[in-house]
């Protein structure tokens, strides 16, 4: 898989993308490999080049560099999680809405509609700058969609925007309690 043409095609021809997707053979191991890991690490690296570089702690001035890198891979390691644990449940959920349990469909699901949140993860440079962040979210449930409606999980039509919804509410609970593991452990770190 070419990673650029994967996300070009993902964010601009999702439709087309999808289909594609579904179509590809792959591994839970080689879509890590090849995608998530990679993905993953942009809003990680540049929570450091942040926290490095600009962001100042009241009285304290900028982060330690060794704690800065603690923090991002704490939070790096709790993405890697919250995919996952983001795809098991939808391939749990998977028999209630009349769908196949997919492991794999699920994580393609999960990680192919997080591409637009990860790649936001530039705008992690500017503190407190959480537009692109909440409009690449927004579009990623729109990706989140389109990838059911696909139907990577065969999922009958009458049954996905429900289904999406769900997994919608799911990422959401999955990423606040993920928010704040890395707060406390941001706080607690200092």
Known sequence: MDIVKRIEGILLRPQEEWLRIKSEPTTTA???????????????VFQLLERVLIEK??????????RALISAVVSYVLDLATIYVFALVIDELAPTFASVKNMTGA????????????????FSIIPRFWA????????????????????????PKKRVFGYVALAVVVIIVLNFVSWL?????????M
Do not use: C, N, Q
């Not at 009241?58 to 560099?65: A, E, I, K, Q």
């Open 107 to 122: 994580l393609k699901l999960a990680a192919y509609s997080m591409t637009p949140v990860w790649l936001a993860g530039v």
């Open 30 to 44: 080689r879509l890590f490999r090849s995608y998530i890991l990679l993905l993953a690490a942009i809003p990680a």
């Open 181 to 189: 593991i890395k707060t406390a452990f941001a706080v607690r770190s």
């Open 132 to 155: 692109p962040g909440i409009i690449a979210g927004l579009y990623g449930f729109f990706l989140l969609y389109l990838g059911f409606d696909a139907p990577l999980m065969e999922t």
């Open 57 to 66: 702690l009241p009285m304290v001035g900028h982060w330690p560099v060794g």
